[in-house]
């Protein structure tokens, strides 16, 4: 549905952006704006600004930028209209009803759509695990000792023997097979039509954190390939920046949170009391998913399979928690393969145990190590101690560092003297070694004389907003059609549009641009400030330089999109540079 432009600034204006944030971020006042650490890239240094007067957040590390509406989004996976709805419940504001006629429904967006589908899936495979059809699904779940309880809290369900219940079911309903296919629940080929996605396979419904049904698992019954089938990406679906689970572990309230391999274990524990278990989604761990489970926790427990390729996957793990700065353990599962099978054989009790125990990640990964050595043979010892010693080096404070030494040299019978000695060799010869800094967004190149031009354009628009008051002085010399490109002209526009008529709002703006990319690009416009200005003559100066760079662009556009042929050419060209000389002499200031 589309709101009015009445309504958004009302919802807006009655979530202030300080507050609203604030309860995501620790923001700190400095100037007039707050600043924290960035939800969406990890950092050290607080670079996230949060203005109550632009009404805006951006971070200067990683580029994420918009308003209070944009934030919600980004930060909780919503739509335009969810964050809206959401917003205005907090403010208390009636939105107007939904229209739920056909043609209504019709008009939905496409992701809305895909979210019913889903949903509407979810509902038909619960129903046939408990139908006649579904005895055979219900069965498997019985042998992994299931409860009805723990069936219904999932949402457990079953997918016929029948290649084509689902899409029969899902048309009656009135939905096309092309969005029954794009929701990802349907192949269409020319042999067998559409025809259902998953069949003869339990089901698992895979929510958002927002409790949507967003795709699914399947885990086929008998001998069939593959053992385990999940959706496809759709526009609703991103494996790697969702977990099985997450809607449960999100409210558990632990201090932390376990992140194990497959749906059963995460089922498993969750009906055995450990509603922190999530699961990755049929692929390897990822950063955005451990950038997702930064927002509800700082420490995680992996709890992946005790074969080779369990361990493979823990020491990724490791390294992808270090990297967006989450505290790591590893559970030991041995004797047994999963968390599943651990808590059918030794109870709830002694898993507990073991998660008391998680191993520290350093000492996980020189376990690991060890595997490779002969600890009998000097020489594989002494190889061994070695890549101890290379590895301690990654330890960046020296504190922190001396205190790894102290305790592998207690745990492997080292002399410490000697351990920190072989340290500080590496240390010297390859210095310590500091993890990759996280890449920031877009590749970092050598500034452009066409960059330059558009950073020159984001100054001044970014001082507009900041101070509204410089534009009677500002419209003197620039227009809209001064700048370089259409982004940018659509933008200042609409900025030059509000402050001529005194009702700017830059967050307002921000809304006009719903495209991820252009929405970050207009934030970056508006959040571009100046540095070194310290006195009144260099503040002047930089307004002049900052008029006369926009200026210069605007005839460097004008002149290339010109014919030599054409008979304006001369006349506009030569009038072009005796402007631009013109301006060049003359005495702009803020301050006057």
Not at 210 to 229: A, E, H, T
Request: glycine share 8%; aromatic share 10%; net charge neutral.
């Amino acid at each position: 549905m589309r709101y009015s432009e009445e309504i958004l600034e009302e919802v807006r204006s009655r979530n202030d952006i300080v507050d609203v944030i604030g309860q995501y971020v620790h923001l700190q006042k400095k100037g007039a704006n707050y600043f924290g650490l960035c939800p969406f890239h990890n950092e050290k240094s607080g670079s996230f600004s949060v203005s109550g007067h632009k009404q805006m957040y951006y971070c200067f590390g990683c580029g994420a930028g918009g308003n209070v509406i944009s934030f919600l989004m980004k930060y909780d996976n919503l739509t335009f209209q969810e964050a809206v709805k959401q917003l205005a419940d907090r403010a208390g504001i009636k939105l107007p009803e939904e229209d739920d006629s056909p043609a209504a429904k019709a008009m939905r967006d496409k992701r809305q759509i895909l979210l019913d589908i889903n949903k509407e899936a979810a509902k038909y495979y619960y129903y046939q695990l408990r139908g006649r059809t579904g005895e055979k699904g219900l069965e498997y779940f019985r042998k992994r000792e299931l409860t009805d309880e723990t069936l219904q809290h999932f949402g457990l369900g079953y997918a016929n023997v029948t290649s084509d219940d689902l899409v029969k079911h899902l048309r009656g309903l009135g939905y096309k097979d092309s969005q029954i296919i794009e929701a990802g629940l349907a192949s269409h080929d020319d042999k067998f039509g559409t025809h259902d996605k998953f069949w003869n396979r339990v089901m698992f419904p895979i929510q958002d954190a927002s409790n949507k049904v967003i795709g699914f698992g399947g885990r086929v019954m008998g001998d069939g390939k593959p053992k385990y089938l999940n959706s496809p990406e759709t526009m609703i679906f991103d494996k790697s920046r969702n977990l099985f689970g997450l809607n449960y572990a999100k409210n558990s309230r632990a201090g932390y949170m376990i992140i194990c391999e497959g749906y059963m274990d995460v089922i498993a524990m969750h009906q055995a009391g450990f509603n922190m278990a999530v699961a990755s989604l049929g692929t390897a761990f990822t950063t955005g998913q451990a950038m997702l489970l930064k927002r509800y926790t700082d420490e995680v427990i992996l709890s992946y399979d005790s074969d080779e390729a369990g361990t493979k996957a823990a020491l990724r793990g490791i390294g992808i928690l270090k990297e967006v700065g989450i505290k790591g353990k590893v559970l030991n599962l041995q004797p047994h393969k999963d968390p599943d099978e651990f808590i059918k054989n030794e109870g709830r009790e002694a898993f507990e145990e073991r998660i008391k125990n998680a191993e520290n990640p350093f000492f996980f990964e020189v376990r690991i190590l060890e595997r490779a050595h002969d600890m009998s043979d000097p020489d594989s010892k002494t190889s061994f101690y070695k890549e101890i010693a290379q590895k301690l080096c990654e330890f960046e404070e020296a504190l922190e560092r001396e205190n790894y030494i102290q305790a592998v040299a207690a745990r492997y019978n080292i002399p410490v003297d000697d351990l920190r000695r072989m340290v500080t060799g590496f240390a010297n010869r390859g210095g310590i070694v500091r993890p990759a800094e996280r890449p920031k967004t877009g590749i970092q190149k050598k500034m452009t004389p066409e960059d330059g031009a558009k950073k020159n354009q984001r100054l001044l628009l970014t001082w507009l907003t900041d101070e509204p008051g410089l534009y009677p002085k500002v419209i003197k010399y620039v227009s809209p059609e001064d700048f370089s490109d259409d982004l940018y002209r659509r933008v200042a526009g609409e900025l030059f549009e509000g402050l001529k008529s005194g009702g700017f709002s830059p967050a307002a703006i921000l809304d006009h641009f719903r495209d991820e990319t252009e929405h970050a690009q207009v934030a970056e416009m508006f959040n571009t400030n100046l540095v070194d200005i310290e006195t009144r003559d260099q503040r002047k100066k930089a307004f002049h330089d900052i008029i006369y760079g926009v200026k210069l662009a605007g005839y460097e556009r004008q002149k290339k999109e010109l014919k030599p042929d054409d008979p304006q050419y001369l006349i506009k060209t030569i009038q072009g540079k005796k402007d631009l000389e013109k301006l060049s002499h003359t005495e702009i200031s803020p301050d006057d």
